[in-house]
């Protein structure tokens, strides 16, 4: 075996050459010469070791302290108060580290063998973004951090894994929290393209004196967290087919994620008829790993399963999974089941996803204070697949019917868009969110130009057909996340969260313009349709008022619109009123 001649410990490498000469797989040089092996340049395997550099960097980083703080404790002799709880507090974060480096590698060895395999579907990149910032939200104002997601008007739909993209995302975002320094910003922005999608994620430092502080003296990947970090988004990202990317800043770092543009979701009438095609994605939350697997292979014929290891990461999971039904585990570490079952109801894109509880414990305690918080269903502890997928199939039965019924309450008749009820009831739940995680939501009132000329003329029933007509424009313009109403009459109502005043401009235009363009025919006759548009953003105020106030103002800015001259868009504290006096 080689000897370093510098260090006299081994040489690295020497061990395998030697053994590979004792095997014949390497023929053994004559006496006095030197044996010189060829190098092969390849980049996936210079990355790897720049990797494995960063890895071990982590590694020694947490060791080094923990053997600090032992010696700390040795020197210090007998046992003092103050002293020692501080080190073993030092010791305890070194060790936690150390076993989330660990839990990394298992995930990157899992990936790195293929082991993660991807569920492609439509995903709204809107929505997933501004989802992953709210979630990430108080652990930022913890570090007096502003995070900040910038999205465009109309966010594209691809056809991707979103619960992958989810978690890349994140990834990102929190090591982007972490390493941002105090009054620092964080930033999510998407900038979508013909050719590609790309996701930003910027750490913005706080300036000093009219200047940027400049970035820490490290490596710039450093924005993904630890080596092993790094590692797993570079891999997420391969899985993904995207390619993830840093640049260095004057303000601070940035993280490039591109999305290849492959992944654009096919138009919504498709989509429709693949989904009544679907089967029904089941979400199984257990702390087990082995349970957790038994129950996806045994359900994996019949749905499309989606696993998660606590209530936490269900949590997570069920806004981006959007599941049909939840199985949950009721006792689990870091957020049991039933926590999980609240947070979830608490959320209105979550609210009325039915949840079977799981347990062991098959008490008639636990059994009622899973069945009084709206579970479902409860199971318990040793059940059978029989019977397991006949309460899921009885529960998925009860629940499509429900939903029906829910929708034809919800669902104005004449134009299948949200009712007046409906409406009201989202507009508190869009508020309240707002409020808490301080992100925009504006409200864009829409009325019926000239439409009582046609019902004069022609009837009311081609009224309704000019009514059905604007519904049908404001529906194909709608996200998923916005919520659209008929109001009452001849007046609709639009409710867009995560979006600003100037972004409900752009889409209140885009509906206008192509309400100019269009037209209907009824009896032979060509008849054009027009409405004019009042848009508000959500501003002060307290939570009883807010909802009522933001409506008050789309209303005021239409009711401005109209006596401008019709057939435009007016923005409530943006555009002046006609009526109004001019100003001194």
């Not at 305690?365 to 059940?383: C, E, I, N």
């Not at 529960?395 to 409906?422: F, I, K, S, V």
């Not at 019926?448 to 009837?459: A, S, V």
Request: hydrophobic letters at 45%.
């Amino acid at each position: 075996m080689g000897v370093d001649d510098r260090t006299g410990e081994p040489a690295a490498g020497a061990a395998p050459v030697e053994r590979a000469r004792e095997e014949g797989a390497l023929p053994r040089a004559p006496e006095g010469a030197q044996l010189t092996l060829p190098v092969a340049s390849d980049p996936a395997l210079e990355r790897r070791e720049a990797l494995l550099s960063l890895v071990v960097g982590d590694l020694r980083g947490p060791s080094a302290e923990l053997l600090r703080q032992v010696r700390r404790l040795d020197a210090l002799g007998p046992p003092d108060g103050a002293a020692w709880r501080s080190s073993l507090r030092a010791i305890e974060r070194q060790a936690r580290r150390l076993a989330a480096l660990a839990d990394g590698l298992v995930a990157l060895r899992a990936l790195e063998r293929g082991g993660v395999k991807t569920h492609p579907g439509p995903t709204e990149l809107g929505l997933l973004l501004a989802r992953a910032v709210e979630a990430r939200q108080p652990r930022a104002k913890a570090r007096s951090l502003t995070v900040e997601c910038v999205l465009p008007p109309r966010p594209p739909s691809l056809s991707l894994d979103g619960e992958r993209l989810g978690e890349l995302v994140g990834k990102l975002l929190e090591a982007a929290i972490a390493t941002t320094p105090r009054g620092g910003r964080v930033r999510l922005s998407l900038e979508p393209s013909e050719k590609h999608a790309r996701i930003e994620v910027e750490a913005l430092f706080v300036r000093v004196g009219g200047r940027a502080r400049p970035a820490p003296r490290a490596h710039f990947e450093r924005l993904a967290g630890t080596g092993i970090d790094l590692a797993l988004c570079q891999a997420l990202a391969e899985l993904l087919g995207a390619s993830l990317q840093f640049a260095r800043r004057p303000t601070g770092r940035a993280a490039l994620l591109t999305l290849p543009a492959l992944g654009a979701a096919p138009e919504a009438e498709p989509r429709r008829a693949e989904a009544r095609e679907a089967k029904a994605r089941l979400l199984v939350v257990d702390d087990d790993a082995d349970a957790r697997d038994a129950l996806a292979l045994a359900l994996g014929d019949d749905y499309e399963v989606v696993t998660a290891g606590d209530g936490q990461e269900a949590v997570e999971l069920a806004l981006l999974a959007r599941p049909d039904l939840v199985l949950m585990d009721l006792y689990m570490p870091r957020m049991g089941g039933l926590d999980a079952f609240a947070a979830m109801r608490d959320d209105v894109m979550t609210a009325d996803v039915p949840v079977i509880l799981i347990s062991a414990r098959g008490d008639d305690l636990t059994r009622a204070r899973s069945l009084d918080l709206g579970a479902v269903d409860f199971l318990q502890k040793p059940f059978s697949a029989l019977e397991l997928k006949a309460r899921i199939e009885r529960t998925l039965r009860l629940t499509r019917r429900e939903t029906q019924l829910q929708l034809l309450a919800r669902t104005d008749a004449l134009t299948g868009l949200a009712n007046l009820r409906a409406f009201r009831a989202r507009l508190e739940d869009e508020v309240k969110r707002a409020r808490r995680y301080e992100t925009p939501l504006s409200c864009v009132m829409v009325d019926m130009d000239h439409l009582k000329p046609i019902n004069d003329e022609l009837g009311h029933a081609a009224g309704d057909v000019a009514i059905g007509a604007v519904a049908e424009v404001i529906r194909s313009e709608l996200r998923e996340t916005d919520f659209g109403a008929r109001y009452g009459g001849d007046e609709f109502v639009m409710l867009l969260p995560h979006t600003s005043a100037a972004e409900a401009r752009v889409l209140a235009e885009r509906v206008c313009a192509r309400l100019h363009a269009s037209s209907i025919e009824v009896g032979g006759r060509r008849l054009p349709v027009a409405a004019s548009f009042g848009v508000a953003a959500l501003g002060g105020g307290g939570l009883d008022e807010a909802g009522e106030t933001l409506l008050r103002r789309a209303d005021l800015a239409l009711y401005a619109a109209k006596r401008a001259g019709r057939g435009r868009v007016l923005v409530h504290g943006l555009d002046p009123d006609p009526a109004a006096p001019a100003p001194p």
